[in-house]
């Protein structure tokens, strides 16, 4: 019997448990519902989603990164399976360094997905322009974020005031595979 769901296109990169996409505008509700989450924002609510038209520019920058700079955001599934179980990846930001970020549904947390993922981009970036250092930036209180920072291989490198953030007394941390340069360690705070 003819299926009316379309096949997903091969992963672009695959873990042990994983199958990473590049982003795709079939991709889009499910994405949504993960930017949508309040579960998924606890530690930075202003940052919420809550517009798909604002989900759609999200996939479509990402697509952007991956012809411009050969590596982004994936969408990533838990493999040889259809849902999207998150996002992540590295991106260049400011031509100074690549930015590792990843949203996991409250679903998989505690799973070990987003560390699994986060290594694996961390290992594409070195090779692709290794002079780059990697980094992770993230507000203090979100201890789940910083545990994947540093499983991953990252060390805390600064602690400051959280530029932009409605509240002025939340911290930033900026982990990072080496020392940064005082640019870059500035490009991170923008």
Not at 34 to 42: E, G, K, N, Q, R
Not at 147 to 176: C, F, I, Q, S
């Amino acid at each position: 019997m003819p299926s009316d769901r379309r096949a997903e296109p091969a992963p672009e990169d695959r873990t042990a448990r994983l199958d990473l996409h590049r982003p795709s505008p079939d991709d889009a509700a499910e994405v949504h519902a993960i930017l949508a989450d309040p579960a998924v924002w606890t530690h930075y609510p202003s940052l919420r989603v809550t517009d798909p038209a604002q989900t759609d520019r999200f996939l479509r920058t990402r697509a952007e990164g991956w012809e411009r700079d050969g590596l982004g955001t994936w969408i990533v599934r838990e493999r040889d399976a259809h849902a999207v179980v998150g996002f992540g990846g590295c991106n260049m930001a400011n031509d100074a360094f690549w930015n590792l970020g990843y949203r996991f549904s409250p679903t998989v947390h505690g799973r070990g997905f987003a560390t699994e993922m986060a290594s694996r981009a961390i290992a594409r970036a070195r090779i692709l322009r290794p002079a780059l250092p990697v980094v992770a930036y993230l507000v203090a209180h979100n201890r789940a974020s910083a545990a994947v920072a540093e499983k991953a291989g990252l060390t805390l490198v600064h602690r400051g005031p959280d530029p932009g953030n409605p509240d002025p007394g939340v911290m930033r941390l900026v982990y990072a595979d080496r020392a940064l340069t005082d640019a870059q360690r500035d490009a991170t705070m923008r």
